[in-house]
């Protein structure tokens, strides 16, 4: 007699954001073994890159391959170009980016906070980490004039400049979003309610993390140094007090704890870019059309992005190759399900922050 | 008893469907729901069951692979629903049309009673389009509640017009103009 039972998890589902199916098999209540199907946001992208859109346009159109981390997709793809053209962008624009870099990265990680709180069935917390997240949303749409999909970079640097006024109501903004995320850490570490759901569930060890090739807050609550903010010299990260932050337990709270500290040093960041704003222009003009290869790495709210782009010297490319964060650590989501409970895997979902739209383009 | 109808009027549960897009317009609809812009305080509650549903948000192109569930997340709610297509994409196709894999909108799919423009649809327009679909919704219920009469004499005043006779006079409107 089989004495398993399979258990399937999506297409369409209350704890899932997006369209992924899990078939989980369980004995009893662990997880015994998983299996993941991640196409059903597969849309053409890279293909309409090459066939659709001119070179000048794709910025805009990578941006809705997420729309979470949209400002670091159309940053690879347009310092992919900048690289080709062989210009340089002036201080004041990379700085700009950085700041809109960051300010992503924060949303984006108290989105994450939120969902997996809910997931474990908080919903309180839930609602006041949502409720908090729109003083960021706010200062992001003073800044690029849209909430979500901003529009922000394109080629020879960005699209809007930032007036003083708008300098102080982020500062002001920052700190109130300081405050409060210095409110969760204390929430996130001794309400006893949390532990339960959080300490020693889902954990990743260091040597799993190295061997299944785990990138982002998944890997460095794990322990594994891995930023690419440390690795590339583009933008000027480390003047800016950019600090990698890790943690030991890789557990979900592990993670939590990553985030929380990350979103800190990106306040950090952003106060230390405003406080310091170089003088001159927003934008270069960059002539020629782009010619040859290149390989741009950024650090998205979910690990490292990766983008290659072939041109042949005309307006259509050759090649554009996505190669995105979530993509590379589903060994490493796959490995930590096996052995835990079913009642907790939405919860360890939500805490790998995935993004299908990434993944599947 | 129980008054149903009254109900469903006043608490309408949502169905959130991602039928391929890039996630703006889904964190959107989370943040409508959160705080700030308190969407529940209409009665609305995100539920993950189409069985219990009244109003259907699909956001995405449609991709090759979601159409048949999407279809068979509408046909599985119960009647009277309410399909709203939360931004650009949703509507036509937006960025992505005419790419490979994506089938120009959900309108070629299911009917879709409110669309919401928008790259991303802000929590705005998202309220007034879930409002919107309120009133759609109610009317909708009434016109259930009527006793249906095919085949009856279109002269009487005030009557139930049967679908056969109101299509055949929107006809006769788009002849003359």
Redesign the interface.
Known sequence: MKKTINIPLG?????L???VRFKFECENEKIISVDSDV???????E??CTT?FKFDAIG??VA?????C?ITHSLSYTAAIEKLLGGEITKKAKYLRILLLELDRVHSHM?CLSHTCENAGFEAM??RI??D??LV?EIQELLTG????FDYINIGGVNRDISSEVAQKIVNNLYEVKQRVLGYMDEFTNNWSLSLKFKTIGALSLDDAYRLNAIGPLARASGLNIDVRNEIGYLPFSEVGFVMQTHSEGDINARNIVRLNEILNSILMCENILSGLPEGEIFTKLKGKPNGEAVVRFEAPRGELMYYVKGNGSAMLDRVRIKTPTFASIPAFSHIFVGENYADAPAILASFDP?L?CTAK | MFDLKKYRKKSPWILH????????????I??S????YDLERFGVI?????KQSDIFLVT??V????RE?LVE?YTQMPEPKVVIAVGS?TCTGG??R?????EDGIDRYIPVDVYIAG??A??ELIIDGIVKALEILEQKSKEMEKPHKLFREATSEGGIVNRRHSALKVGEIDEEN
């Open positions: 297409s369409q589902h209350i704890s954001l997006e369209p196409g059903f946001v597969h849309r053409g992208i293909r309409a659709k805009y159109v809705r391959v997420c729309g979470l949209a989105l839930f609602m949502m409720g997240r729109e949303m849209n909430r979500v999909q993004c739209s | 469907y991602n039928a391929g897009s890039c996630n703006g317009c889904d964190i959107e989370l943040a729901l959160s705080p700030k995100n539920t993950g069951n189409p995405g192109p991709t090759y692979r979601s569930r997340l994409c960025v992505f005419d790419m490979y894999n994506v790259c991303a802000s929590p």
